[in-house]
């Protein structure tokens, strides 16, 4: 190899050397923290897009202090868990607010996975928030989430159906009138008998409106926990599915029916009574606009408070939602926490609720003319959320819960005598180790 | 042999053990080493290394949202899980579905595939890829297809076959044992069947022509070539197939997890560890499921290749 050819090929070789140089540097820039204010992640459940876009109306007003991007969890309320759960016990930092449905919040607060909640932000976040919402977001008398939007269920019913069958619907119904009714009628009783989640829902409210609960100390240890379910209110909360499931009032699609499948069985001839949240009267208009459902069904939709269990004593309708949390190993909690302040503000939370059908746990929201025009029941749902009881709060809700659907699904096979002692059985061995759920 | 005359003639070293290897042997060692090294060490990343943590764990009272309550109880996770009815219910429907769905499949798939080896060949790419369709879905597409034509809300089974005694518009299939698994069972079936038919066309075509046109011209009915000479000269390929497909039903997941969640006497074994570890978030008591369920996979593995003698090379043609 000549000297002249070896410095041709030094020559050739310094342009490469170069473009390498500078390819790595645009690279390594590429790596470096984007500029501009930090980013907050909010997971949020799946919804109609309202939670996307209280996230670009609060960052905006955030005036570029902070930013907040969605980030989708699953459907189910038990796959949101799933999911938080193991990125909470993981330490991932990307958790800066949560969507967290309320039964699943001291399961999360108990370890230490959520951040603690500023004095500041605890009390201009619960200024006339609902009785039922303020506790669902509190751990051992600690607020540990902040309420965001709170669920409830109503009764509805067709008119023409209750009509027929004589009921005076100004007044608060039983559930023994409306078993009459339906077989008088020949008509099915819209309620979830499927073995998920929305068995417990209905399981709770029961027991509850019969004046029983179904864990007496939820703040304690696993082996130390004490049900409610063998009880007269139990008895009684059994007899009603039982008997819903046994003379074949809820459909024979009962034992697969939730939510969802409950709203279409009521929207259908027939239909006559149906508990559900406030979701279905949205989904029903939207079905008459599309064509799908004849305008005449909205006219004879009506709603009023959950059914009683014993007569002239107050329901305990079911009660849900999501609350906000953050997560402990949040890089930003007290931005985390400024946001959330102004998410749950009355006017989101009344947007929302027209914009997305999900109801506002503050009050003060129900005042919002917007409101009061696209839900006619708006205060049945306010009064029915002073009167909801939350499900179990307890760090073991999932064995809970899991245990009463296992035991009271499907209806039909629930025996009154012996379903809600063999349940508190059952799940007590299975809190103390000794069975698999 | 070329190996064998170069190792003759290559200087040979002595290893400390007193094995002699040629200065080629011990390169081509090397290289082997070297090509095969990566997939090894993902291979043990993948999956020795899950295995090992899951044993460690099932070791442990251990919740991922308690872990300051982690407690070493040795082997009482699994006192637990062997003396529960619900492990048992699940292990005998894991065992139904596997049994069912292998048999159904190896019935059908062996039609199929004599179909595709005695089709013409202008239609023979057509039909082969036909029947391989279903197998190319994505079983939770195919699960949830199957669920939607069953489901007494939306599906259209209940009016297509009210004709057949026991179905009529308020069957709800997905509310008791038998009939929920029938659909699990079918579209397991649907999906997989034409798998066990790539396998057993492959080892038709094994069969050498003319022992079948042997026995015809000795006048052996087709019944009698089948079950004198086809069968036994395909019995590898049929017991490979047999082996691969009830390890993959012994693991069943996705169309359960689909269709019923479990519900109503249907949750299998691969379902319980799942619900355990991911939904109850019981890290020791899930690992502990993990571990039997995988010892059960091991032991079909063992009772396939030594007491059924399933021979892999032999199916593969590697010993013909």
């Known amino acids: 190899m000549t000297a002249e050819s070896s410095s041709r090929r030094r020559a050739r070789g310094r342009p490469r050397t170069l473009a390498v140089l500078a390819s790595a540097a645009l690279l390594l820039g590429g790596c470096s923290a984007p500029e501009g204010p930090p980013v907050l992640t909010w997971y949020i459940n799946p919804d109609a897009g309202g939670q996307a876009a209280i996230a670009a109306k609060c960052t905006e007003a955030a005036g570029g202090k902070y930013r907040i991007e969605t980030s989708l969890l699953p459907n189910d309320a038990a796959s949101q868990r799933e999911q938080l759960a193991r990125r909470l016990a993981a330490g991932d930092s990307s958790l800066d607010i949560m969507s967290l449905d309320p039964p699943f919040v001291p399961e999360l607060a108990e370890p230490g996975f959520l951040a603690p909640v500023p004095a500041g932000t605890a009390r201009r976040t619960t200024q006339n928030v609902v009785e039922g919402a303020l506790t669902g977001a509190k751990w051992k008398d600690k607020l540990v989430t902040v309420p965001f939007w709170a669920n409830t269920q109503l009764l509805w019913y067709r008119k023409s159906v209750a009509r027929a069958a004589g009921l005076d619907m100004s007044r608060p119904v039983t559930w023994d009138q409306l078993i009459d009714a339906a077989k008088r009628e020949k008509k099915y009783l819209g309620v979830q008998g499927a073995l998920a989640e929305s068995m417990t829902v209905w399981v709770n409210a029961l027991v509850a409106s019969g004046g029983g609960q179904i864990i007496e100390n939820p703040d304690a240890p696993a082996d130390q926990i004490k049900l409610g379910l063998d009880s007269p209110a139990g008895t009684k909360a059994a007899g009603i599915v039982s008997t819903i499931g046994k003379e074949g009032l809820g459909s024979p699609g009962l034992p697969t029916q939730n939510e969802n499948t409950s709203m279409l069985l009521f929207q259908g001839s027939d239909g006559s009574f149906m508990v559900n949240w406030p979701f279905i009267w949205p989904a029903t208009k939207d079905g008459v606009k599309g064509g799908n459902l004849k305008p005449a069904l909205l006219a004879d939709i009506g709603w009023g408070l959950y059914p009683q269990v014993t007569p002239g004593r107050d329901s305990a309708p079911p009660l849900g939602g999501i609350n906000l949390g953050v997560g402990a190993a949040s890089k930003h909690p007290d931005l985390a926490y400024q946001a959330i302040e102004c998410i749950v503000s009355p006017g989101n939370q009344a947007e929302y609720f027209v914009t997305n059908g999900n109801p506002p746990s503050n009050t003060e929201a129900y005042n919002d003319p917007r409101v009061k025009q696209a839900f006619p029941m708006a205060a049945t749902i306010r009064r029915s959320l002073e009167l909801a009881k939350p499900r179990p709060q307890t760090p073991y809700y999932n064995e809970v819960s899991t245990g009463i659907q296992q035991n009271w699904a499907p209806p039909s096979a629930v025996d009154p005598r012996s379903t809600p002692e063999s349940t508190t059985k059952f799940i007590l061995e299975v809190l103390r180790g000794e069975r698999l759920l | ?320």
């Not at chain 2, 899950?50 to 949202?65: E, G, H, K, N």
């Not at chain 2, 292998?102 to 005695?118: D, N, P, Q, R």
């Not at chain 2, 190319?136 to 057949?164: L, R």
């Open chain 2, 1 to 320: 042999m070329t190996v064998t005359t170069r190792q003759k003639q290559a200087p040979e070293a002595v290893r400390p053990g007193g094995r002699q290897y040629s200065d080629r042997t011990r390169a081509e060692r090397r290289l082997g080493w070297l090509l095969a090294g990566p997939a090894f060490v993902v291979m043990l990343a993948v999956t020795a290394y899950p295995i090992l943590q899951a044993v460690y764990d099932s070791l442990f009272q251990y919740r991922l949202t308690a872990p300051q309550d982690r407690e070493f109880i040795g082997l009482r996770n699994y006192a637990v899980v062997l003396t529960d009815e619900v492990f048992w219910r699940d292990l005998g429907v894991t065992l139904l579905i596997t049994v069912v769905t292998v048999a159904v499949e190896l019935v059908l798939g062996f039609a199929l595939a004599l179909v595709m080896h005695k089709a013409l060949t202008s239609v023979r790419g057509l039909l082969r890829t036909a029947i391989l369709v279903p197998y190319g879905i994505i079983t939770v597409v195919s699960a949830f297809a199957w669920f939607y034509a069953f489901d007494i809300n939306s599906g259209y089974v209940n009016h297509w076959f009210n004709w057949v005694p026991g179905i009529s518009p308020d069957l709800n299939w997905f509310a008791d044992t038998w009939t929920a698994l029938f659909v699990i069972m079918a579209s397991e079936i649907w999906k997989t069947t034409p798998f066990i038919s790539l396998l057993l066309l492959a080892g038709l075509a094994q069969v050498p022509d003319e022992l079948t046109e042997a026995a015809e011209v000795d006048g052996a009915t087709w019944w009698e070539r089948m079950r004198r000479v086809v069968l036994p000269n395909m019995k590898a390929a049929i017991m490979v197939a047999v082996l691969f497909r009830a390890l993959d039903a012994f693991r069943i997941f996705d169309n359960i997890f689909i269709m019923t969640k479990g519900a109503y006497g249907t949750e299998t074994l691969s379902l319980l560890a799942y619900r355990t570890s991911i939904g109850r978030l019981e890290i020791g008591l899930g690992s502990a499921i993990s571990v039997v369920l995988f010892i059960c996979v091991l032991l079909i593995c063992f009772i396939a290749i030594k007491l059924f003698k399933v021979d892999l090379a032999g199916a593969r043609g590697e010993k013909s």
